[in-house]
T-cell receptor, first 116, second 109 residues
Framework: ETGVTQTPRHLVMGMTNKKSLKCEQH?????MYWYKQSAKKPLELMFV???????ENNSVPSRFSPECPNSSHLFLHLHTLQPEDSALYLC???????????????FGEGSRLTVL | GQNIDQPTEMTATEGAIVQINCTYQ??????LFWYQQHAGEAPTFLSY??LDGLEEKGRFSSFLSRSKGYSYLLLKELQMKDSASYLC??????????WGAGTKLIIKP
């Protein structure tokens, strides 16, 4: 138990569906992250929220839409995805010190997404 | 560009010692993390080095040489539960972690 909870753990969707991934952290952190993990590839940072403000968007396609309503919750809204988007999506949180290093990341178990 | 290089896979015997190397090139440097990830589970923090030298934590030790852009993770008295992927991640000048693809460690009895 890392203090970061992701739901659903597994998701299968068609290319025309709309779904959302949810992440909740119980650690009192101020920074939250979405990562994509594909087999045998490095973790790809998608989005960063620091104190609820988006500070990073690593050229992610618009079919992925993040939402951070408060510092404990993070969503990733998915629509019209492609089969190559199939991957493990990991949420993480950290202390989120403004203007500097945010400390160690605590990861959720991930949401395994399959796009048909 | 930024680049992380670590072996794709390593095999070791239970009870032995294994060293997993990581070389990196980043825009600036603010320390280096090692994470462990068991199959189907979340990555978990192992160590963070910001100064040169060896830091020991139980059976696991991590070494850093900033001048050489090099780090290693040393695992002693290997146990079957150490079978996992080990991720090297230096921190760049923007305080972003730059991840390697990970080293899959297989422990054999």
């Amino acid at each position: 138990e890392t203090g970061v909870t992701q739901t659903p753990r597994h998701l299968v969707m068609g290319m025309t569906n709309k779904k959302s991934l949810k992440c909740e952290q119980h650690l009192g952190h101020n920074a939250m992250y979405w990562y994509k993990q594909s087999a045998k590839k490095p973790l790809e940072l998608m989005f960063v929220y620091n104190f609820k403000e988006q500070t990073e968007n690593n050229s992610v396609p618009s079919r992925f839409s993040p939402e951070c309503p408060n510092s404990s919750h993070l969503f990733l809204h998915l629509h019209t995805l492609q089969p190559e988007d199939s991957a493990l999506y990991l949420c993480a949180s950290s202390q989120g010190l403004a203007g500097g290093f945010t400390g160690e990341l605590f990861f959720g178990e991930g949401s395994r997404l399959t796009v048909l | 560009g930024q680049n992380i290089d670590q072996p794709t896979e390593m095999t070791a015997t239970e009870g032995a010692i294994v060293q997993i190397n990581c070389t990196y090139q980043t825009s600036g440097f603010n320390g280096l993390f090692w994470y462990q990830q068991h199959a189907g589970e979340a990555p978990t923090f192992l160590s963070y080095n910001v100064l040169d030298g060896l830091e020991e934590k139980g059976r696991f030790s991590s070494f850093l040489s900033r001048s050489k852009g090099y780090s290693y993770l040393l695992l002693k008295e290997l146990q079957m539960k150490d079978s996992a992927s080990y991720l090297c991640a230096p921190v760049d000048s923007n305080y972003q972690l730059i991840w390697g693809a990970g080293t899959k460690l297989i422990i054999k009895p």
